[in-house]
Nanobody, 122 residues
């Protein structure tokens, strides 16, 4: 059973950097595409970034391209999201997600973590 646990959220000023991590404690980790979503107050959850099971394919939302970078370490069952040049509009709860199908990781992944809060002040 896939179980996702995020860590690394926090409060910081605009322009700063933060690294989120997500650990998968169940399942054949390298078989899963992994992704990050976020949900700001009063808004719908939106896709942020995704990476394929082997790590060779990545995709990003336009809003974070050039600022965020997703990576994974299959030996440690972790996926990370490096966030640079953070803006107040990046404030949201960030969720880790997993799915065995690449086609679904950016839309409706099957597995979700509990979320971690990122707050960027101006």
């Amino acid at each position: 059973q896939v179980q996702l646990v995020e860590s690394g959220g926090g409060l910081l000023q605009a322009g700063g950097s933060l690294r989120l991590s997500c650990t998968n404690s169940g399942g054949a980790y390298s078989n899963y595409a992994m992704g990050w979503f976020r949900q700001a107050p009063g808004k719908e959850r939106e896709f942020v970034a995704a990476i394929s099971g082997g790590g060779g394919r990545t995709t990003y939302a336009d809003a974070v391209k050039g600022r965020f970078s997703i990576s994974r370490d299959n030996a440690k069952n972790t996926v990370s999201l490096q966030m640079n040049s953070l803006k107040p509009e990046d404030t949201a709860v960030y969720y880790c997600a997993a799915d065995g199908r690449w086609g679904l990781i950016t839309t409706t992944p099957n597995y979700w973590g509990q979320g971690t809060q990122v707050t960027v002040s101006s």
